[in-house]
């Protein structure tokens, strides 16, 4: 039983430790504004670079632990500190990081700047793991950002196939050439890059239904399918109810037991049988199965019958004899 336990705690420890490393694979360094004069303030009002991280991963992700560096020689460089919850990103969401070199001013400051940094890098909680990577140009105007031209999307360091997501390996293939990095024409830190207009699905299914024949025709379609299935499914039912029925009837009729044969047992036991009385009975269950002579048995029930018989010697009989005058005289 030890045994069983400890195999079950190692393949939890096993899968939870690796769906924290997928969990960690799924950021990616989204936006990176080396010089900031004019754009977005710290909580303090001081302008300085900054850097991006998305979350591309369907649940939250706690990057607390993960290494920020200038140089794959130093990857422990700037660690992103422990113990808080806004550390935690959520599903498709941002979490932006001052590179002020001034770590002491708040939580989500960085130890180095981004000033003549010509690449930078995102490494996983062990200091080891290399996640994502990006490389900024050194024709970067100020006030201008470098990142990806969608959310998370686009060349990222590879890691191991088991640790990738089907679906956002198939997008990155469809990336060209510059990786899907272009600067963009607008800083937006905490928000999506993104930012020419998006058609929603209901606009392109106007345009290509306007008369709304194609989402009626669907539409009837999907509720007869369901109509099948549901009739499907419920035949199957009443006839698995049926033959369960069948079976419990059957179960429930009492089975015919066999005559149990009588054993005699040897004059030597204490409990024996007289063979006198063994004959006996043998000769009533005869006769009475052949029906033999059955005046011999009484078949009446709760019935005395008394035959009166004559005795010469009886005791008044005798006193009688000796009596000299008739009482009766």
């Not at 009975?281 to 005046?295: E, F, K, L, P």
């Not at 006193?319 to 009482?327: H, I």
Request: a neutral charge.
């Amino acid at each position: 039983m030890k045994k069983i336990i400890s195999i079950t705690l190692a393949l939890l420890l096993f899968v939870s430790a690796k769906s924290y490393a997928q969990s960690q694979v799924d950021i990616r360094i989204n936006e990176v504004l080396p010089v900031n004069i004019s754009g977005l303030a710290d909580e303090n009002g001081n302008r300085c670079g900054w850097v991006e991280l998305y979350n591309t991963a369907f649940g939250m992700v706690d990057v607390a632990g993960f290494y920020l560096t200038d140089s794959k020689d130093n990857p422990t460089r700037y660690m992103i500190p422990k113990g808080n919850t806004a550390t935690v990103i959520p599903l498709r969401k941002y979490l932006v990081l001052y590179a002020d070199g001034r770590p002491e001013k708040g939580l989500f400051h960085m130890n180095f700047t981004l000033e003549g940094v010509s690449a930078l890098y995102l490494f996983g909680s062990d200091g080891k793991t290399l996640i994502d990577e990006i490389h900024i140009p050194a024709s970067l105007p100020h006030d201008k950002s470098f990142g990806r031209f969608i959310d998370g999307e686009g060349a990222h360091e590879p890691v191991n196939w088991s640790k990738q997501s089907l679906r956002k390996a198939a997008i990155d293939k469809k990336i060209g050439s510059d990786g899907g990095f272009v600067i963009l024409d607008h800083p937006t830190p905490g928000n999506t890059n993104t930012t020419r207009i998006v058609e929603s699905k209901s606009e392109k299914m106007q345009q290509l239904d306007p008369w709304g024949g194609i989402l009626a025709l669907t539409a009837m379609g999907v509720v007869f399918l369901c109509l099948v299935i549901l009739f499907l499914s419920f035949s199957q039912i009443g006839k698995n109810a049926v033959r369960k029925q069948q079976q419990t009837k059957v179960s429930k009729q009492a089975p015919v037991k066999p005559a149990t044969p009588v054993r005699i047992k040897s004059k030597d036991s204490a409990s024996a049988i007289d063979d006198e009385i063994l004959a006996a009975i043998a000769v009533a269950c005869h006769m009475y199965q052949n029906g033999i002579d059955n005046t011999v048995h009484d078949v009446e029930s709760n019935v005395l019958t008394f035959n009166q018989e004559a005795l010469r010697n009886s005791p008044w009989g005798a006193r009688s004899l000796t009596l000299k005058q008739d009482p009766r005289s």
